[in-house]
Structures are given as structure tokens and as C-alpha cells.
Nanobody, 112 residues
């Protein structure tokens, strides 16, 4: 079993930045695609960004140019650097590993 623990969420003003982290508990982390998803109130969960074991990245159109996903295979950690945040980025952010393992989520609130 792999445990994922997110951190770094919080309240920020529009235009601000936050950095989310997701720490995994097992060395198998390095073999999986790691991703960040988000779910806003009343909406379905959506992919924000993911990064393959080899480092290839994929972003939702809504965050391209503002968010950057990265990973550290030594520390078993995935990061999401979020810049130029907008109120519509407000959501619970979840990290995932291979779409098989999920964290419990961290709330990001962007005030206007």
C-alpha cells in the first residue's frame, strides 16, 4: 500500500503563488506517473497536471504557463508550483500515483 500526503494548500490572494507537495511512502513511486487533480465545489474532479516516470509533463489548458509540476524520485515527492493564481483555481487539490493511489486532498482558496 502506498500512502500519499499533500501539503502546501491555503488561502492566497489573486495573482499570488503557492507550492503544493505530495510525499509518497514507498520506493515504487519512481515507477509511476504522478499527477495533481482538483475538484471545485459542485464540479467533477479534473486533471491539473501529470508527470511520467521519465519526466514528461502534461497540463490542463487552464493552467498552462502558470503551473509547473515536478518530481523528486529520491524523496518520493511530487510538487506543483502554482503562480498567477485566479479565483477559479479554488478547489481541493489531490495528488495521485498512477491513478491507483490517492491523497486526501489539500484546500486551495484564491480570494479576489
Amino acid at each position: 500500500q502506498v500512502q500519499l500526503v499533500e501539503s502546501g494548500g491555503g488561502l492566497v490572494q489573486s495573482g499570488g503563488s503557492l507550492r503544493l507537495s505530495c510525499a509518497a511512502s514507498r520506493v515504487i513511486y519512481r515507477f509511476y506517473t504522478a499527477g495533481w487533480y482538483r475538484q471545485a465545489p459542485g464540479k467533477q474532479r479534473e486533471l491539473v497536471a501529470d508527470i511520467s516516470s521519465g519526466g514528461s509533463t502534461n497540463y490542463a489548458d487552464s493552467v498552462k504557463g502558470r503551473f509547473t509540476i515536478s518530481r523528486d524520485n529520491i524523496k518520493y515527492t511530487t510538487y506543483l508550483q502554482m503562480n498567477s493564481l485566479k479565483p477559479e483555481d479554488t478547489a481541493v487539490y489531490y495528488c495521485a500515483l498512477g491513478n491507483q493511489y490517492w491523497g486526501k486532498g489539500t484546500l486551495v482558496t484564491v480570494s479576489s
